[in-house]
Nanobody
């Protein structure tokens, strides 16, 4: 049974940084494309970043240059390093693989 568990969310001031982690169990983190999504209150869930099986990456325009997606094959985890955070980055962040989703972690950017 594949399970994804996010962690690392919290409250941060504008311009600050956070690192989200997605712990993967029941499968290898490198066996499929892995994604980070986010959903702000009252808005649709949007794709933030993808790391493909070969290691190449995709970023939404809104986070390009500020966020970095990576994976640790040894620890079977995926991460999202978020720098220069803005209030508009406030959302619940989810990791996903195919149709499997984690429970989400809240990120709030506010002074």
């Amino acid at each position: 049974q594949v399970q994804l568990v996010e962690s690392g969310g919290g409250l941060v001031q504008p311009g600050g940084s956070l690192r989200l982690s997605c712990a993967v169990s029941g499968t290898s983190v490198s066996s499929y494309n892995m994604n980070w999504w986010r959903q702000a209150p009252g808005k649709q869930r949007d794709l933030v970043a993808t790391i493909f099986t070969y290691g190449n990456t995709y970023y939404a325009t809104s986070v390009k240059g500020r966020f970095t997606i990576s994976r640790d094959n040894a620890n079977n985890t995926m991460s999202l390093q978020m720098n220069s955070l803005k209030p508009e980055d406030t959302a619940v962040y989810f990791c996903s693989r195919l149709d499997i989703w984690g429970q989400g972690t809240q990120v709030t950017v506010s002074s």
